[in-house]
């Protein structure tokens, strides 16, 4: 009975217990995303954003999705009722097992695997699931045609968002997450691969149907994309997997370029700071910028993201690629293999 | 081991089952997701056997991007479900035909590292201990040094391939107002915009 507590169930409840503290924060975070977003465009444009429901409009995130919770599912009757159900559990799902690699600080990682950036490359390209079976099922034509670009969309960008993965890696040497942040201790790859930040950092834009990459929900054609069947919680899942997505995509960022949890620099006052703090502030100023790109850009028009995507960044983080093989070797800076 | 074994057989049922859901669903989309569901579990059976870099491969490559355009496809054919089911009967012989020589092959595979366990080790690459080296290193080894004119020729082969696609569906059509970006971009204000003094009353 001890061996079966020791073995088995104490380490499951303390998984569980993990993962609650992972999820739970992140949900809160999602919340306060969208709050976040409507201020700070707001602010942008000279707005005064919400400010109604509690303190500042600081209940407002509650107050939707409360309102949400409290709606009626309807289930289009020509749509295929179980992929249409399924779709958003999907894209919900997603977005959160990610989080199971994302080290939060030295050591503080639910899941330490030897793969990890390839497990977070693998989910995010199943994000397109969720996308394309609510297309179809709903059987409308706006849904569909959401579905089809954002498909495209996502396995264009993908391919050069791989190619810039690699340049870091072939600076870390290593896949697992924790050695990608340790491997910034001396410099954050932004400065030696700087333009593969920027090239990365405008991949997850249009991987998360961000601005101004937002054609698979650009409202003036497609009234809302592949969503525009979906109500009530459906469309809460839908919209809490999209910025959970948006923030994990911000965490990659600052993993690959920003040195995770690491301090700017590690002297006095900075490295007080714990770790997860650093992190989320990091990440916080990288969401920061999706919100004002939002503000700021006018959305692409669809033959010129194709072209962006296959025809510029393609090409470049190719090249990146051999650049940056060929100074490590040239160099000698190959990170050393253990 | 009891966890191991219990992941083993949720992993594999799923897979089996689902396999035979992409072959019996009446809905060609029903039969992707299907397939997808499948190699996701196939996924989870390579993280199993200790090849996670093999895993997140097979997933990125075929759940991510090759399902991606099967699904792509399929959701847009204009299909008559009966029709699709016609043939099935006409088609079973071949099929069980194809499916009986692939398990007599894996049949004759495995019997044979059964009888003659040293046979399966000549043909393969000593495998190193998982805490000496990481899977993503000893493949890298063994991809970049052993086998770089196989792993050379296969990029050659898939090069070839998507030329050969691009060529064949690729067709120039006269008449048709692309936009040129290098050329907008290269206009001067010079050449396109002409300033004139008009008089007032009288135009251009």
Redesign the interface.
């Known amino acids: 009975m001890v061996e079966l507590w020791n073995n088995?169930l104490w380490p499951l409840i303390w998984i569980v217990i993990l993962i609650v503290v992972i999820v739970v924060p992140l949900l809160v975070a999602v919340a306060y995303l969208t709050y976040a977003e409507r201020k700070v465009i707001g602010a942008m444009h000279l707005r005064k954003g919400p400010n109604v429901v509690g303190p500042f409009g600081l209940l407002q995130p509650f107050a939707d999705g409360l309102k949400l919770f409290l709606k009626e599912t309807v289930i289009p009757t020509g749509a295929?009722r179980g992929?249409f159900i399924a779709a958003p559990m999907v894209t919900f799902f997603l977005a959160l097992v990610a989080w199971a690699v994302i080290p939060f600080g030295e050591g503080m990682v639910l899941a330490n695997?030897?793969?990890g950036i390839?497990?977070l490359?693998?989910i995010s390209?199943?994000g397109?699931?969720g996308i394309?079976?609510a297309g179809?099922a709903s059987n409308s034509r706006y849904a569909?045609l959401g579905a089809?670009r954002s498909?495209?969309q996502m396995?264009s960008y993908?391919v050069a968002m791989?190619f810039i993965i690699i340049t870091v890696l072939l600076c870390v040497g290593?896949?697992n997450l924790t050695d990608i942040v340790m491997a910034q201790k001396t410099v954050w790859f932004v400065i030696p691969l700087l333009p593969m930040a920027v090239l990365f950092f405008i991949s997850t834009l249009a991987e998360t149907n961000r601005h101004p990459f937002d054609l698979p929900e650009a409202e003036a054609e497609l009234v809302a994309g592949y969503n525009v069947e979906y109500s009530a919680m459906t469309f809460a899942m839908f919209f809490l997997g999209e910025y959970a997505n948006m923030i994990l995509m911000a965490g990659m960022t600052v993993i690959l370029f920003f040195g995770g949890w690491l301090p700017p620099i590690d002297i006095a006052p900075f490295n007080w700071i714990p770790d997860p703090v650093w992190f989320a502030l990091k990440i916080s100023a990288v969401l920061f910028v999706f919100i004002w790109v939002r503000a700021a850009f006018p959305r692409y028009r669809y033959?010129?993201l194709m072209?962006l995507g296959w025809k510029v960044f393609l090409p470049i983080s190719l090249a990146a690629v051999v650049v940056v093989a060929g100074v490590l070797v040239a160099f000698d800076l190959t990170p050393v293999?253990? | 081991m009891?966890?191991q074994a219990l992941a083993f057989y949720m992993f594999a049922g799923i897979a089996i089952a689902a396999g035979i859901m992409v072959i019996s669903a009446r809905?060609p989309?029903?039969s992707v997701?299907f397939l997808?569901l499948t190699f996701f579990n196939a996924a989870g059976l390579f993280v199993l056997l200790g090849a996670?870099?093999l895993a997140?491969?097979l997933?990125?490559v075929y759940?991510?991007?090759v399902a991606?355009?099967f699904?792509?496809v399929v959701?847009?054919l204009d299909i008559n479900f009966a029709e699709l089911r016609e043939g099935f009967l006409q088609y079973l012989p071949i099929g069980a035909l194809v499916g009986l020589i692939l398990l007599v092959e894996l049949a004759m595979v495995f019997g044979g590292w059964h009888f003659a366990p040293e046979a399966a080790k000549s043909g393969a690459m000593p495998i190193p201990s998982p805490d000496m080296?990481?899977?993503?290193?000893a493949l890298g080894r063994v991809l970049y040094t052993n086998y770089v004119y196989l792993f050379q020729a296969a990029g050659v082969v898939l090069l070839v391939a998507m030329i050969g696609a691009i060529v064949l569906t690729h067709r120039s059509r006269p008449g048709v107002r692309k936009?040129d970006?290098s050329r907008q971009v290269s206009r001067r204000a010079e050449e396109t915009v002409e300033m004139r003094k008009v008089e007032p009353g009288s135009g251009i």
């Open positions: 088995y295929n992929v695997i030897n793969v390839m497990y490359f693998a390209s199943l397109v699931y394309l079976m179809w569909f089809l498909a495209a396995v993908e791989g290593s896949l033959d010129q072209r293999v253990k | 009891i966890i809905n989309v029903h997701l997808i996670e870099f997140m491969i997933v990125v759940v991510g991007a991606v355009l699904l792509f959701m847009m080296v990481t899977n993503t290193h936009q970006i």
